[in-house]
């Protein structure tokens, strides 16, 4: 009986063990792919967007309550808003400190013709987008309000501020997870806009 209890109990025992070092395989393995990534010279923060070169989600959104600009109401985020523009949409909100730090670009942003900047307030309260908007400045042509993060599930949003440059015809080209820095505007999103200006442009 000892013997055939001591074999019952082997497998056990061995079970035990091995659930017992699972997190640590598990550790070692996700290691090993942070540790890929860092030495394959990528940027950990860049997220590929499977929406590039998709037709962008559509946008039907209600206006930020009581948002005027030079006495005019700052319209709501629709389709027609972007249509036939190369345009930004950027997703943000009132208590995301990233938005923040990169609301003095975006204002930058606003003076540039070639694109029409609109924003995407993200699970907000009014009167603080309201204040927040106040205190910075709007560089937003139109604002829609997403209350409960619909729209942004659609656009596939990872974490605010993100912002994507959409084509006049609606195609998604250009996907900025985070704020803005200079050096990203620089080499990123000014590049995008040339080469969507110049495919825009008529041949010869």
């Not at 290691?31 to 990528?42: A, E, I």
């Not at 307030?121 to 709007?138: M, T, W």
């Not at 994507?164 to 200079?182: N, S």
Request: charge should be negative.
């Amino acid at each position: 009986m000892t013997d055939e209890t001591n074999e019952e109990a082997a497998p056990a025992s061995r079970r035990r063990l091995w659930i017992a070092f699972l997190p640590l395989v598990l550790f070692i393995a996700l290691s090993g792919v942070f540790l890929y990534q860092l030495g394959s010279g990528k940027d950990a923060s860049e997220i590929p967007s499977v929406l590039i070169g998709t037709r962008a989600p559509s946008l039907d959104l209600p206006p930020l309550d009581g948002l005027s600009a030079n006495g005019v109401p700052v319209p709501a985020l629709t389709d027609a808003a972007i249509r036939g523009r190369l345009s930004l949409v950027n997703v943000w909100a009132s208590w995301c400190v990233p938005c923040r730090q990169e609301h003095p670009i975006l204002l930058e942003l606003a003076r540039e013709p070639r694109v029409e900047l609109v924003g995407i307030n993200y699970k907000d309260k009014n009167d603080n987008a309201l204040r927040f908007l106040g205190e910075l400045g709007n560089p937003f042509a139109a604002v829609g309000v997403d209350p409960a993060g619909k729209a942004a599930i659609d656009w596939g949003v990872y974490g605010i501020p993100e912002t994507y440059l959409v084509g006049p015809d609606g195609e998604i080209l250009f996907k900025q997870i985070g704020p803005f820095t200079t050096e990203s505007l620089r080499d990123k999103l000014l590049p995008a806009i040339e080469k969507a200006m110049s495919q825009a442009a008529p041949a010869g």
